[in-house]
């Protein structure tokens, strides 16, 4: 069963399109995420995809039917999609709890179900004034849970917010979906965010679709360095290193390679050699920036006695 179905949707804007010819469709608790760069168009399909904002081409369909646009609707929106815009807003100096009642359709226990999926029981009796930036967004969603959506939409859920606050909006997220029943759309800029979350995830540049797949093919099989470099750090190998690591290689290709792709080993009949140039210390791991054949790569590795001039053997695993 379908839940969600985009079809050839696309919006303009001053004749030209903003996002153009959206395929894709959703099933029921599957977790999707849409990145791409400032710009790329992500909020405009999450707001066509709600019904704020008016298609110019195609069609979306919520279990069946078609969404209305603004200019279709007396009041903008779909009565079971909700749209948590990254703008979100609380009125200030009332109490958190007076503050969710007013939009509640639930029973109490109900609500109180939502308040500790988000983690806001110990909030309530706090003025709206008196909280952190990831306190309010989750009280601003606790808000629009109580309205019973079947479809949650998330405009940049991540942004602002620092890591503490990062896993605990992922955390709830994930509590939604699994013990609420309610899919989820997000977008995100900072799409390395998306890798633990999304079941799927779809690459958007200037309003269009480029990749899309399970978030281990889109990190480990991106399709240009657009794609690549949404999702952390990589290496882009020259045709000459290409060759070095795979013999097999086109005499022209060049490769997109993570870090972490790369592993330092015993000089074998299959090694390629690199010096040393600089060693990072990340908490769990070093990155260590190797000159190979001329070419400056980066390496990610646990191995913590390397230093500046070190000689190394590197051998390269595609996943």
Same mark, same amino acid.
């Given at each position: 069963?379908v839940?969600?179905?985009v079809?050839?949707?696309?919006?303009?804007?001053?004749?030209?399109?903003?996002?153009?010819?959206?395929n894709?469709?959703?099933q029921?608790?599957?977790?999707?995420?849409?990145?791409?760069?400032?710009?790329?168009?992500?909020?405009?399909?999450?707001?066509? $995809?709600?019904?704020?904002?008016?298609?110019?081409?195609?069609?979306?369909?919520?279990?069946?039917?078609?969404?209305?646009?603004?200019?279709?609707?007396?009041i903008?929106?779909?009565?079971?999609?909700?749209y948590?815009?990254?703008?979100?807003?609380?009125?200030?100096n009332?109490?958190?709890?007076?503050?969710l009642?007013?939009?509640?359709l639930?029973t109490?226990?109900?609500?109180?179900?939502?308040?500790?999926?988000?983690?806001?029981?110990?909030?309530?009796?706090r003025?709206?004034?008196?909280?952190?930036?990831g306190?309010?967004q989750?009280?601003?969603?606790?808000?629009?849970?109580?309205?019973?959506?079947?479809?949650?939409?998330?405009?940049?859920?991540?942004?602002?917010?620092?890591?503490?606050?990062?896993? $605990?909006?992922?955390?709830?997220?994930?509590?939604?979906g699994?013990?609420l029943?309610?899919?989820?759309?997000?977008v995100?800029?900072?799409?390395?965010?998306?890798?633990?979350?999304?079941?799927?995830?779809?690459?958007?540049?200037?309003?269009?679709?480029?990749?899309?797949?399970s978030?281990?093919? $889109?990190?480990?099989?991106?399709?240009?360095?657009y794609?690549a470099?949404?999702?952390?750090?990589?290496?882009l190998?020259?045709?000459?290193?290409?060759?070095?690591?795979?013999?097999?290689a086109?005499d022209?290709?060049?490769?997109?390679?993570?870090?972490?792709q790369?592993? $330092?080993?015993?000089?074998?009949s299959?090694?390629?050699?690199?010096?040393?140039?600089?060693?990072?210390?990340?908490?769990?791991?070093?990155?260590?920036?190797?000159?190979?054949?001329?070419?400056?790569?980066?390496?990610?590795?646990?191995?913590?006695?390397?230093?500046?001039?070190?000689?190394i053997?590197?051998?390269?695993?595609?996943?």
């Amino acid at each position: 069963m379908v839940l969600l179905e985009v079809v050839g949707a696309g919006k303009k804007e001053k004749e030209n399109f903003t996002v153009k010819d959206i395929n894709f469709s959703q099933q029921p608790l599957e977790k999707i995420a849409i990145a791409g760069e400032t710009g790329s168009g992500k909020t405009t399909l999450l707001k066509m $995809i709600g019904g704020l904002a008016q298609l110019d081409e195609g069609n979306i369909y919520y279990d069946g039917k078609r969404v209305l646009g603004p200019l279709e609707r007396l009041i903008p929106g779909h009565p079971q999609i909700a749209y948590l815009s990254q703008h979100f807003e609380l009125r200030n100096n009332y109490r958190v709890e007076e503050e969710l009642e007013s939009k509640n359709l639930l029973t109490q226990e109900a609500a109180n179900n939502i308040y500790r999926i988000c983690r806001i029981e110990h909030l309530l009796k706090r003025k709206t004034d008196q909280l952190s930036g990831g306190e309010r967004q989750r009280i601003v969603l606790a808000r629009l849970l109580t309205t019973s959506p079947k479809l949650l939409l998330l405009d940049e859920p991540f942004s602002n917010l620092d890591a503490i606050h990062k896993n $605990i909006i992922k955390s709830v997220l994930l509590d939604i979906g699994t013990q609420l029943n309610t899919s989820c759309i997000l977008v995100s800029h900072d799409a390395a965010d998306t890798l633990s979350w999304a079941d799927s995830i779809y690459v958007l540049k200037e309003g269009v679709i480029v990749q899309q797949g399970s978030p281990q093919k $889109i990190y480990n099989e991106p399709i240009n360095e657009y794609c690549a470099g949404l999702f952390g750090e990589y290496n882009l190998l020259n045709a000459a290193n290409a060759k070095q690591f795979f013999p097999n290689a086109n005499d022209k290709e060049q490769l997109i390679v993570r870090p972490e792709q790369f592993s $330092i080993v015993i000089e074998g009949s299959n090694t390629v050699k690199g010096i040393v140039q600089a060693v990072y210390f990340f908490g769990s791991c070093y990155v260590v920036d190797v000159l190979v054949n001329g070419q400056l790569l980066r390496v990610r590795t646990e191995e913590k006695d390397l230093v500046i001039g070190d000689e190394i053997f590197l051998v390269l695993r595609i996943h």
